[in-house]
């Protein structure tokens, strides 16, 4: 198991900045491919990005390239979303997943990910 914490969700307007992040309590998170997925209200959870476990490879959804990014600091055993100009529609629960498996690359399907933390809500108004 390896137990996930989200922080640094809250209620912004659009056009403004969050960074959320994930601490693994009690592990190390320099061995495992990391994500952030987000689930909206009556929708099902999406995928928004993906990072290696090296700090080079990096993957996002379309509608979030650009505005966000993904990093990981393995010395502090942290991942990171950067979220810059919000919008209502990235109104979400969102998520970590971590994954060992040798065969994913930047999976961004749920099913990629062994390990999910509870989720944090982000809240984007006009």
């Known amino acids: 198991q390896v137990p996930l914490v989200e922080s640094g969700g809250g209620l912004v307007q659009a056009g403004e900045s969050l960074r959320l992040s994930c601490a693994a309590s009690g592990r190390t998170l320099g061995g495992y491919a990391m994500g952030w997925f987000r689930q909206a209200p009556g929708k099902e959870r999406e995928f928004v990005a993906a990072i290696a476990r090296s700090y080079s490879n990096t993957r996002y959804s379309d509608s979030v390239k650009g505005r966000f990014t993904i990093s990981r600091d393995n010395v502090k055993n942290m991942l990171y979303l950067q979220m810059n100009s919000l919008k209502p529609e990235d109104t979400a629960v969102y998520y970590c997943?971590?994954?060992?498996?040798?065969?994913?690359?930047?999976?961004?399907?749920?099913?990629?990910?062994?390990?999910w933390g509870q989720g944090t809500q982000v809240t984007v108004s006009l």
């Open positions: 997943a971590a994954h060992m498996r040798l065969g994913v690359f930047l999976g961004d399907k749920i099913g990629d990910y062994d390990y």
